[in-house]
């Protein structure tokens, strides 16, 4: 059984920038998609980034261009740095993972496994 679990949250001021922590473990598949997503209280699940067992990468328009993701498979853990963050980052941020994934997925329904979530707050 694959268990996630999120760490990195809290409160930040806006223009800061933010690394979140997915440790992962009981995957034991080879191919893959990770991913991060989203979810403010009353709307959609949003998709922010996703990255496959080869590394390849996906960004949501939300995020393209200030965020990065990457796994550190040594540690079974992936990250997800967002910087110039803005007030409307402020969501519960959850990762996931799509087990036998040829490509990074930003699609939640093909997710299996999810993360209890870690919250993010950005101030002005």
């Known amino acids: 059984q694959v268990q996630l679990v999120e760490s990195g949250g809290g409160s930040v001021q806006a223009g800061g920038s933010l690394t979140l922590s997915c440790a992962a473990s009981g995957l034991t598949r080879s191919r893959y998609s990770m991913g991060w997503f989203r979810r403010v209280t009353g709307k959609e699940r949003e998709a922010v980034a996703s990255i496959n067992s080869g590394g390849s990468t996906d960004y949501g328009d939300s995020v393209a261009g200030r965020a990065t993701i990457s796994i550190d498979n040594g540690k079974n853990t992936m990250y997800l740095r967002v910087n110039k963050l803005k007030r409307e980052d402020t969501a519960m941020y959850f990762c996931?993972?799509?087990?036998?994934?040829?490509?990074?997925?930003?699609?939640?329904?093909?997710?299996?496994?999810w993360g209890q979530g870690t919250q993010v707050t950005v101030s002005s």
């Open positions: 996931a993972v799509f087990p036998d994934a040829w490509y990074p997925s930003l699609v939640d329904y093909e997710y299996s496994y």
